[in-house]
């Protein structure tokens, strides 16, 4: 039996202007289904303008954004329903419990049966135990768990995150870490995942891109060498920044 090979994400001559300035000049990209993709990239460099894209929230000035084969302009409203997205500040109402939370944007986004897919997203990321406390009472990485929780309730095929780790202490990076790993190998999630950080690309990632001032000047593949030498990482994204 032969499997299709889908491409989980796909940018042709991605343009993004903001008045006189472009931002990302012509992007071409394609991250495979099943991967772990690090966007690697100085602050500034276009990486959460390339994740509002491809989630919807803002259109391309030009080219195009296709999200499991699905175009972001043209078919909107699925790719919604395909696509999870943990912005860099996690969006949670303060005053509500965890579970409350999960309530309203579960509710939001047509989950079926709710208090299911709640129970097991806090299963997933394994903190069942915060689901009756206050948001507003929880360190960064509880916020963090519970801000992908709520991004997987409606089981997701690409889950964007943007710089994830910033901000949490090394325990929190650590679990943030795993987690990753688990909802890609348990639920086979693809993940796209903006950060600065190479000890990050390098521990979790199996591809990587590097974006430097809007254009995209590297990617390859990290899958044969998945725990890679971070030091030739580094070379590499230094290397490529000094061009
Ligand atoms: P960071 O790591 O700092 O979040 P980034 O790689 O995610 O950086 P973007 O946030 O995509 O970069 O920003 C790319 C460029 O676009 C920056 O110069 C930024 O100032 C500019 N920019 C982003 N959003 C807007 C906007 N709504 N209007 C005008 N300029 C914008």
Do not use: W
């Amino acid at each position: 039996m032969t499997v299709a090979f889908m491409n989980a994400i796909e940018l042709e001559n991605l343009t993004q202007r903001y008045g006189d300035a472009t931002v990302l000049h012509g992007i071409d990209l394609t991250v495979g289904q099943g991967e772990i993709f690090g966007f690697l990239g100085h602050n500034g460099a276009g990486k959460t303008t390339t994740i509002h894209v491809l989630t919807t929230l803002i259109p391309a000035s030009s080219g195009t954004a296709r999200v499991c084969e699905l175009d972001v302009v043209e078919e909107r409203l699925e790719v919604q329903r395909t696509i999870g997205y943990l912005p860099e500040n996690v969006r949670l109402y303060d005053s509500l419990t965890a579970a409350e939370n999960l309530r309203f944007f579960a509710r939001l986004s047509g989950v079926e049966d709710v208090p299911r897919a709640i129970d097991e997203a806090l299963g997933i990321l394994d903190c069942r135990e915060l689901a009756d406390k206050r948001v507003g009472t929880f360190s960064k990485g509880m916020r963090q768990r519970i801000g992908i929780a709520q991004a997987i309730l409606h089981r997701p095929k690409v889950l964007f995150l943007d710089e994830p780790t910033s901000g949490l202490d090394p325990m929190g990076v650590r679990q943030l870490r795993e987690t990753i790993v688990r909802l890609n190998a348990e639920l086979g999630i693809t993940i796209f995942m903006n950060t600065h950080l190479l000890s990050e690309v390098a521990r979790v990632c199996t591809t990587i891109g590097v974006l430097a001032e809007g254009e995209l000047i590297y990617q390859d593949s990290l899958a044969q060498k998945r725990f890679p030498d971070e030091a030739s990482l580094e070379d590499i994204y230094v290397r490529l920044e000094d061009r």
